[in-house]
């Protein structure tokens, strides 16, 4: 009892670091690869999810190993304990991977979350005078931007006004994924999104560093910190007056979604 007891600890020591590393080498990865400028806070938001996944997988997992690894030894292999082994690894299988379901529902829940927000607000087809943005196409695609994305498919370029349902989503998503707002929880996720399409994304990354560690709280500091850049913008450039009670409406709106409201 004493050896196995001795193996499960070492194993579990073992198992905690080399998972925890594991971990946050892929989280790194994975915010490099879908961020920009929001790289460092998606690492350091992640980071300690990731090692608390590493501790209890790799503690659990290793000690398994050290207990097999020393018991092995004692056991008498029969076609019964073959059978039973392979079931308890199906098992954890089946339950590894509903796990990995869950957690790409709850994904998925959150982009449609801000997808369908950020629609709303954004409407139909507009061409005003004042808009630097010029010809907007619905869900507030430029007509640059859509030149842009048309060309990356091998398209020939067309009006903005005929953008498609899916082209519009497709563009979307290619900014959830710069902006890496589906590291953030809900509904930070949701101000990340609806910022990276209503401003630059460098703008829109400005208003994500150094938030709350609470993500309620973190997605009202965007918000606030997007009222402040919009009357900085009508103070510079008067004309945009014209915009801003919209644009308030807008993050009103945005308020009252962080707060399970709308």
Same mark, same amino acid.
């Given at each position: 009892?004493?050896?196995?007891?001795?193996?499960?600890?070492?194993?579990?020591?073992?198992?905690?670091i080399g998972w925890s590393s594991i971990n946050l080498t892929a989280n790194n990865l994975l915010c490099r690869y879908k961020s920009s400028g929001a790289d460092f806070i998606c690492k350091v938001w992640n980071a300690p999810g990731a090692v608390i996944d590493g501790i209890w997988k790799g503690?659990?997992?290793?000690?398994?190993? #050290?207990?097999?690894?020393?018991? @092995?030894?004692?056991?008498?292999?029969? *076609?019964?304990? +073959?059978?039973?082994?392979?079931?308890?690894?199906?098992?954890?299988?089946?339950?590894?991977?509903?796990r990995a379901s869950i957690a790409h529902t709850k994904s998925s829940d959150k982009m449609e979350k801000a997808f369908a927000f950020t629609r709303r607000w954004e409407g139909g087809n507009t061409d005003h005078p004042l808009d630097p943005g010029g010809r907007t196409g619905s869900g507030g695609v430029l007509q640059g931007e859509y030149d842009t994305y048309r060309a990356s498919k091998g398209l020939p370029?067309?009006?903005?006004?005929?953008?498609?349902?899916?082209?519009?989503?497709?563009?979307?998503? #290619?900014?959830?994924?710069r902006? @890496?707002?589906?590291?953030?929880?809900? *509904?930070?996720? +949701?101000?990340?999104?609806?910022?990276y399409i209503n401003f630059a994304p460098n703008t829109a990354s400005g208003f994500l560093q150094n938030l709350p560690g609470d993500p309620?709280?973190?997605?009202?500091?965007?918000?606030?910190?997007?009222?402040?850049?919009?009357y900085l913008r009508v103070q510079e450039n008067p004309s945009q007056s014209a915009f801003l009670n919209g644009w308030l409406a807008r993050d009103m709106d945005l308020d009252k979604v962080i707060d399970g409201g709308g």
């Open positions: 009892m004493q050896k196995l007891l001795i193996a499960a600890g070492i194993g579990a020591a073992i198992g905690t503690s659990l997992l290793g000690a398994g190993a #050290g207990v097999l690894l020393v018991a @092995g030894l004692k056991i008498k292999w029969t *076609p019964n304990t +073959l059978t039973n082994l392979s079931l308890l690894a199906l098992t954890l299988a089946i339950w590894s991977h509903n370029a067309r009006d903005v006004f005929k953008i498609s349902d899916s082209e519009i989503r497709d563009i979307y998503l #290619g900014y959830w994924n902006g @890496g707002c589906g590291n953030f929880p809900d *509904p930070l996720s +949701l101000a990340c999104f609806d910022s309620v709280p973190a997605a009202h500091t965007v918000v606030e910190r997007r009222k402040a850049f919009r």
